[in-house]
């Protein structure tokens, strides 16, 4: 280990490792159930306008800009808690939903499982 | 909505959507507890492999080939379930894990949260 992996790893300072998009990967979890949510992207940008407002912000490949999560359906995310993972270029949204966290209205984007068989099917309690 | 992203989000095949570097974000969880335990990539050689021998496998983007979890730790995450998310581009892996799912032997890669001052503190139980 370099001194920089180690302080990365170890250390009590905050500093993301953004992709050559400059993006790290984010994952919204239930704070209360602990149900994995939805995954999306954040770039600087999007983590500063979170740890502000309190809401989840990511940034949208597709679209090149922010968005707060909710803006248009009101289904935001109040985040209770960021964690950050060993090196740093994936964050934890610890959150309280206000309503269905996917677009397609399921309470959880991760909705159906695959079979033995390859297909998928959908998961009652998802 | 096109057919094809109807057919995506709502039909029961499995049609993940790889970017550029041919890759899907794969997230596992703790199947028991619902934890967050570590990020990593998927090519279509480590999801099958993955769903070949019941253990998770991964695509390191650093070492530019497949690896199993544990494969020198001995740390496995034995595969319980896989979910797919609404638009293909993420797997949940809900996993058994053998040991600690973090390098750091943390149980868990997201052992710190970021506190209102932008510091960040170790998470007693992650």
Redesign the interface.
């Known amino acids: 280990h370099s001194s920089e992996t180690e302080l990365r790893?170890?250390?009590?300072?905050?500093m993301p490792r953004f992709d050559s998009a400059g993006l790290v990967?984010a994952?919204a979890?239930d704070h209360a159930?602990?149900?994995?949510l939805?995954?999306a992207h954040m770039d600087a940008e999007a983590i500063a306008k979170t740890?502000q407002t309190g809401f989840a912000h990511f940034h949208s490949r597709s679209r090149g800009r922010l968005w707060m999560k909710g803006e248009s359906s009101g289904h935001v995310l109040k985040v209770i808690?960021?964690?950050?993972?060993?090196d740093q270029d994936?964050l934890?949204l610890r959150v309280e939903p206000a309503g269905p966290a996917?677009?397609?209205l399921?309470p959880s984007?991760?909705?159906?499982?695959?079979e033995d068989d390859?297909?998928?099917?959908r998961?009652e309690d998802?």
């Open positions: 790893e170890q250390g009590a300072v905050f990967t994952v979890v159930s602990g149900a994995l939805m995954l740890r808690e960021i964690r950050v993972d060993c994936a934890e996917c677009h397609t399921a984007c991760f909705y159906r499982r695959i390859g297909s998928l099917a998961i998802a």
